[in-house]
């Protein structure tokens, strides 16, 4: 058994997670020893028009770190992976961000590539769901990861530059309702970008990630989230609760206690994204899970000490 804690900064929020790794007859299994913590800095706000980690950002950053550590140290963690993703990988000033790293951590972060990223999410999220052709969506906040495969390793990984931060600051989205205008350009976008993923080949489809939660959760009537849920959605309901999404304005969301405050600027672009892969399925339902990056994060280093 080893005891491994995990950071994952993204372009929306940054988060910790701690779990005991064994090597069983079945593989490697993890049990959390300290559940999932996540603080919503938007590291990556406007980093898509100045290709730059604002001042701000990082300044939210360091807190954020130091109270981290202090949880990774009161329970024992023998190793800690570092990894951030698309908001510091086209950040120009991504060396000003491995400095506050370093000085808290004394580690130097792993900044993932697209296809690093899009594999480990899949091996973490389709553990345990059986044979057949899995297509993972992991939608976050600079980059939306498709891994497609059967078992636990894909075989096509595509990262696309269409996250939610990303969008909502490409086209400009205020605190308003999408217009049509704004749905059929952005949507005309996403379209495009999506056209070579072979949604068409899954035979499952999960979806991971903050936006994806908050619409299945709605979908399925829940109105606070829960943490490591998973539950089938239909492929119409999806889409029902996208549209609303769009269709709201951050002062409708307060009534919403299931929409974090951080997160409602970017919602509406996250449920456009979502609305159209959705769209390009002709599955039934699709599969929610609660899994993330930082899952397979922490196996996959769990996997080099003890395989």
């Known amino acids: 058994m080893v005891r491994i804690a995990g950071i994952d900064c993204g372009t929306n929020s940054v988060k910790m997670e ?28 406007g980093v898509e028009k100045t290709h730059r980690l604002s001042f701000n950002a990082l300044k939210k950053l360091r807190p954020s770190l130091e109270g981290f550590k202090s949880e990774i140290l009161s329970c024992g963690a023998e190793h800690l ?18 400095k506050i790293v370093w000085d808290v951590f004394k580690t130097e972060p792993e900044i993932l590539t697209g296809e690093q990223e899009g594999k480990l999410g899949f091996e973490a999220a389709c553990r345990g769901e059986g044979g057949g052709v899995k297509l993972l969506v992991d939608l976050g906040g600079g980059s939306t990861e498709f891994a497609l495969g059967e078992g636990f390793t894909p075989s096509f990984v595509r990262s696309l530059n269409i996250g939610c931060v990303r969008m909502a600051e490409k086209f400009g989205f205020g605190s308003g309702p999408l217009s049509p205008a704004a749905m059929e350009s952005a949507g005309g976008f996403i379209r495009e970008a999506i056209c070579d993923i072979p949604i068409s080949r899954a035979q ?13 959760f709605m979908a399925a009537g829940e109105k606070e989230f829960s943490p490591y849920r998973k539950f089938e959605i239909e492929r119409s309901k999806g889409m029902e609760v996208c549209e609303k999404l769009m269709g709201m304005s951050e002062e409708e969301m307060e009534r919403y206690p299931i929409i974090p405050p951080l997160r409602r600027r970017v919602i509406r672009a996250g449920a456009l994204i979502w609305r159209e892969i959705l769209a390009a399925s002709a599955l039934d339902c699709y599969l ?20």
Do not use: H, Y
Request: aromatic fraction near 6%; hydrophobic fraction near 50%; charged fraction near 25%.
């Open 18 to 45: 701690v779990g005991d790794v064994f090597l069983t007859p079945a593989g490697l299994q993890m049990k959390t020893v300290i559940p999932r913590k996540v603080w919503t800095i938007r590291l990556g706000e």
């Open 81 to 98: 992976r570092f990894v951030a993703t698309s908001a510091v990988r086209d950040a120009e000033n991504a060396e000003e961000f491995r």
């Open 204 to 216: 499952r489809l999960i979806g991971i990630s903050g936006t994806i939660a908050v619409v299945s």
């Open 288 to 307: 929610f899970s609660d899994a993330a990056l930082l899952d397979g994060v922490i196996l996959d280093e769990a996997g080099k000490l003890l395989l």
